[in-house]
């Protein structure tokens, strides 16, 4: 009954190799978040989509990207992965930008 | 800006025992704060939320705003509490309308 579903549960890709990552939720939540989590640290937020309406935070690297074709799905586009990008990724959905926040598994990206 | 500090990383007590879980934030508007909790092998979950004032799994916290705190806190802690807490502050209005995490303490509740 998961709600908020991240595949691959494990991605590994090549230094400089793009990824991607996907997240899908059955919430119907309007907004849908990414967040990278390195080892030791809070959960640091990426970027998030207010329905179609994309949200960058400011320190977030160029070289992060994410789309959302739907309500339901959105992914996180790594265009040029560094070493320093190994991390968990979260994606998290909320309702509304006010209200809690309903996170999947995550995934852990690592770099070769 | 707003910031979230957890001052301890590790918090060991014995079951039975009463343990409290140290928030502190600095936000200079009305702020919403949550704690979330990670059970080993699990996602991250919602806990509790201040403007809810309830007890869940037998957890409390009370904002503080004088001391800009938002502790949790539990009389008697059972082994399936252990657990990664973190604290959370959601902003209110425009760009501040989004979470930020304390840095999690991990509570082991030992037999």
Partial sequence: DAMVIQNPRYQVTQFGKPVTLSCSQT??????????????????????????????????????????????????????????DAAMYLCATSRALNQPQHFGDGTRLSIL | ?????????????????????????????????????????????????????????????DLNKGETSFHLKKPFAQEEDSAMYYCALNGSGGSNYKLTFGKGTLLTVNP
């Fill in chain 2, 1 to 61: 800006a707003q910031r979230v500090t957890q001052p301890e990383k590790l918090l060991s007590v014995f079951k039975g025992a009463p343990v409290e879980l140290k928030c502190n934030y600095s936000y200079s508007g009305s702020p919403e704060l949550f704690w979330y909790v990670q059970y080993s092998r699990q996602r991250l979950q919602l806990l509790l939320r201040h403007i809810s004032r309830e007890s869940i799994k037998g957890f409390t916290a």
């Fill in chain 1, 27 to 84: 919430l119907n939540h309007n907004v849908m978040y990414w967040y990278q989590q390195k080892s030791s640290q809070a959960p640091k937020l990426l970027f998030h989509y207010y329905d179609k309406d994309f949200n960058n935070e400011a320190d977030t690297p160029d070289n992060f990207q994410s789309r959302r074709p739907n309500t339901s799905f959105c992914f996180l586009d790594i265009r040029s992965p560094g070493l320093g």
